[in-house]
């Protein structure tokens, strides 16, 4: 409970966004991110840095700052979950990229935070459309341990960490049993060592001696602490069927891990025991081919059929060129499903909470991220049309309730090539 | 969390090495006619009339209310509501739908990088020669793919060009397929299509063989050995060709004219080098692939006729990569040039017609607005132009293949999907019937065997 005091005190210490203005969006289409049907002629307000408002009928306080919403859709800002923003300028130049770390001695305490950098292009062009939270997962090096991710805000500002060490990643599965040795045996077995070890060094005496056969590094250890006292959520990377019954009979051994599964490509044929063990489940639903051994079963239902089955899931996983702003399409597909004979799919209003509040939730902000209602932060998108619909992209974002700028490298160069005129001079006098 | 990155576009290069292969075997054997000559056939159709739905043929022409007649395998008619239908034509109502020709894709590597994607059936990277002109991917395919059902019931592919992989300046040449399953690749082949030559520029040649210590290893070292491999098959083709050489067979084909040339290339100071290179050789590149600089050389690509197949918006993965744009298609076509969007993945294959929606929308807001019946073009009848297999596939336009998707709606949307899709006339698959699709060998009796993908 010692990191939940902490975290608190940090929050707490947070100091408030300075240029959060108040102001209400109205008349537009409401989609406040809870899973229900979105609300014509709705309205936003946002007081110092929070949504005080939102829905239909909703007045707006004389002095508020209103934007005309007319035509567009109103929503509260993406949360993309289990993601690499911030981690890298150019995803194969090394030298950029700090996704994870093959040859560091150290696993499990490894910390997302210290090298999360706010004034990355991904991070500007995500924002742009319409990402304004996210939790950053570390990717595996040497070890079935990751490290801790954080949970960040993609303001345009210094503060990006909104929560360090909000989770810990293990990846169990084919990668897992390769990265422990060479099988699922392995893994399990550092996965236990692993927790025995944590155990003990939270448990040592101050200046008292490990244990000689030990495997991790005391840093490592006690990082793993928090798993097992069910202070930190434990992320677990899984696909097969077989696998995730695996982890979630972990739950009979140590019986306080908060278990979160990411992957679960196969997740729809073991949906009932996943929802028993209230377990949710993170992510990238498009993902329906055999592309190994442990996603045999893959099929673009498998959302649908775990969302009926009363599992908790969020669409996330998005990294590389598998891009945070694309949620939104992999959320308007799984809407698409409803209409395809033996399908399972989600209602709008699902699909889009899949996106927003659901990965909000599962990253322990219910009801503060990922929501338009009274006393969420103040992250708002104003989208020209249907967010989920292809032709669809924010014409604004607040986070915090401060406006934002869409500019970044992207933008820069498409003002530069609008056209391809260099009568005068040569393009790059053309800024 | 592990890294899903597809290798794929990182030029596959990072897939493990060490196939070793002599890359050059040398044939004095007779020339065959056609050697692995297509056995494709389509399969039986009736004779259908796609009636009521909006029609989009594929050259930018849109047909409110539209009819769509083919029999034989082959369009007959393509109209409006005033078209007569023939007796014995089956009626598709298409109210409510639209109607495109078959989605092709220009570059694929399905069956070469196929699904499960273990080593054991990594067969799309040649990296044993900078140059291996002599490889051909058909020899790759594994027509067991499960990508391939994929494709066509999410995608509404009915054509779809496999190409070796971009590790090699040369990685040899290209098969174009008709996605139609088939115990063989013969099977699959597109009766008629050409040939064309792969070929890469920029990192990913240089890193695979600069890591090996051996040229190139940077971008000058790139064009050297290209030029040296085109100067070295001119003389081939002036030669007697007493001793065959298989890599110089197929640059022997380009430098005639019969083999396109099919180029990865991102970066447009790079692309502008290799159309000088083309003109000192004298060949012609067919269209520049991935190309997320095309925007900034539209001009020059329309001046030289070269298409650029591209993806709608991946950036920023590898440094080639970084000025990507999501306006990169709506300025190319302002521009006047050929756009073509592609997938280069075994999962953005089932969704070219969401990517070109995005690529259009982009352009849509920064006031280039491309109407929905060109951009349909960008993922049917200019990719079929740039295989060179525009004159039988591509559109809806009569004698042409009845190549034809039926959508559930505007094929721009992502709530989407193809209803029915006809290869050659005949119904390869049917939405409301869960046997008329296909299955591959690989999945019977697995998990999920037939399941809705």
């Known amino acids: 409970m010692k990191s939940r005091l902490f975290i608190a005190a940090l929050l707490a210490a947070a ?175 550092a996965l236990r060592n692993a927790l025995r070890e944590a155990r003990e060094a939270a448990a040592l005496t101050p ?110 996983m998005f990294a590389g060129m598998d891009q945070p702003r694309y949620a939104p399409q992999q959320a308007g597909n799984l809407v698409a499903l409803t209409k395809m004979p033996g399908a399972t799919g989600l209602s709008w209003g ?82 | 969390m592990r890294r899903w990155t597809s290798l794929l576009a990182l030029g596959a290069a990072l897939t493990l090495a060490g196939q070793a292969a002599d890359a050059k075997k040398k044939d004095k054997g007779a020339k065959a006619e056609t050697p692995y000559a297509s056995t494709y056939k389509a399969y039986p159709g009736r004779p259908t009339a796609l009636v009521g739905a909006i029609v989009y043929d594929g050259r930018g022409g849109r047909i409110e209310n539209g009819t769509v007649l083919f029999e034989n395998g082959k369009v007959v008619a393509v109209g409006g509501p005033e078209l007569a239908i023939p007796a014995g034509y089956d009626r598709v109502d298409g109210a409510g739908k639209f109607v495109t020709p078959g989605v092709i894709d220009i ?67 290209a098969v174009t397929l008709k996605n139609v399953p088939s115990r063989t690749v013969q099977g699959m082949k597109f009766p008629g299509a050409p040939y064309s030559l792969k070929m890469a520029c920029g990192e990913n040649p240089k890193r695979v063989y600069g890591a090996k210590g051996q040229k190139p290893s940077t971008r000058m070292g790139n064009f050297s050995v290209n030029r040296q491999a085109w100067i070295d098959a001119k003389q081939y083709m002036d030669g007697d060709h007493a001793e065959r050489d298989l890599g110089k067979d197929t640059l022997e084909g380009v430098l005639k004219g019969e083999i396109l040339v099919q180029n990865h290339c991102y970066r447009a100071d790079e692309m502008a080098q290799v159309l000088d290179m083309a003109k000192e050789m004298g060949y012609k590149v067919t269209a520049f692939h991935h190309a997320v600089e095309a925007y900034k050389i539209g001009d020059l690509l329309k001046a030289n006729d070269v298409c650029a197949a591209i993806w709608a918006d991946w950036y920023g993965f590898k440094m080639e990569a970084y000025d990507g744009i999501p306006e990169n298609a709506a300025l190319l076509a302002k521009q006047g040039a050929c756009v073509v969007i592609h997938s280069d993945d075994e999962n953005g294959i089932q969704r070219l017609n969401q990517a070109a929606a995005r690529a259009q929308a982009s352009g849509r807001r920064i006031g280039v607005d491309i109407p929905d019946a060109q951009v349909v073009g960008w993922f049917t009848y200019n990719a079929a132009k740039a295989m060179g297999i525009g004159a039988k596939t591509g559109s809806l336009e009569a004698g042409k293949m009845a190549d034809v998707v039926l959508w559930n709606g505007n094929p721009l949307s992502v709530y989407s999907r193809p209803e029915k899709v006809w290869v050659d006339g005949a119904m390869m698959y049917d939405a409301g019937d869960p046997k008329r699709k296909p299955v591959s060998d690989f999945e019977l009796g697995q998990p999920g065997e037939g399941d809705v993908k």
């Open chain 1, 207 to 316: 200046g008292a001696q490990r244990q000689g056969d030990v495997l991790l590094t005391r840093a490592d250890a006690l990082a793993l602490a928090k798993v097992i006292d069910g202070s930190q959520p434990l992320y677990v990377g899984v696909e097969r069927a077989a696998d995730i019954r695996s982890v979630l009979a972990l739950r009979a051994e140590f019986p306080k891990l908060d278990l979160v599964l990411v992957g679960a490509t196969e997740g729809w044929l073991v949906a009932a025991d996943i929802a028993a063990a209230r377990v949710p489940v993170i992510t990238m639903p498009m993902r329906d081919l055999p592309a190994t051994f442990e996603t045999l079963a893959a099929t673009m239902s498998n959302v649908g059929r775990m969302k009926k089955a009363g599992v908790k899931v969020a669409i996330g």
């Open chain 2, 107 to 173: 570059h694929s590597h399905l069956g070469v990088y196929p699904s499960p994607g273990v080593d054991a059936n990594s067969d799309g990277n040649e990296m044993s020669s900078p140059t291996t002109p002599d490889v051909w991917a058909e020899h790759s395919v594994w027509p067991q793919d499960p990508g391939f059902s994929r494709a066509l019931v999410n995608g509404g592919v009915t054509s779809l060009q496999i190409l070796p992989g971009s590790a090699n300046l040369m990685g040899g040449r």
């Open chain 1, 15 to 189: 100091p408030l966004p300075v240029f959060a203005q108040d102001f209400a969006v109205t008349n537009a289409t409401l989609a406040t991110g809870d899973g229900g049907a979105p609300i014509e002629h709705g309205s936003v307000i946002v007081r110092a840095g929070k949504v005080v408002a939102a829905g239909a009928g909703v007045a707006v306080p004389a002095g508020v700052q209103t934007v005309d919403g007319t035509g567009k859709w109103v929503t509260p800002g993406l949360f993309s979950a289990v993601t690499d923003l911030g981690l890298w300028d150019v995803e194969a130049v090394t030298d950029s990229n700090d996704m994870s770390a093959e040859k560091s001695p150290f696993n499990a305490a490894l910390d997302v935070a210290v090298a999360l950098n706010p004034s990355s292009q991904h991070i500007a062009v995500s924002r742009e459309g319409g990402v304004t939270r996210a939790s950053v997962a570390a990717f595996n090096g040497g070890s079935i341990f990751a490290g801790q991710g954080a949970v960040i805000d993609l303001g345009a500002d210094a503060a990006i960490v909104m929560r360090p060490r909000a989770f810990q990643y293990v990846e169990l599965g084919e990668a897992g049993a390769r990265l422990a040795g060479g099988s699922r045996v392995a893994a399990h077995t």
């Open chain 1, 350 to 431: 699902e699909a889009f909470a899949a996106i927003t509040s659901v990965p909000a939730e599962i990253s322990g902000f219910g009801g503060k991220l990922g929501v338009l209602a009274p006393g969420a932060v103040g992250d708002v998108v104003l989208w020209d049309g249907d967010p989920l619909e292809l032709s669809s992209a924010p014409v604004e974002v607040w986070i915090d309730g401060v406006k934002q700028p869409l500019d970044n490298h992207q933008s820069r160069l498409r003002a530069r090539y609008k056209d391809l005129d260099e009568t005068y001079l040569p393009k790059a006098y053309d800024w």
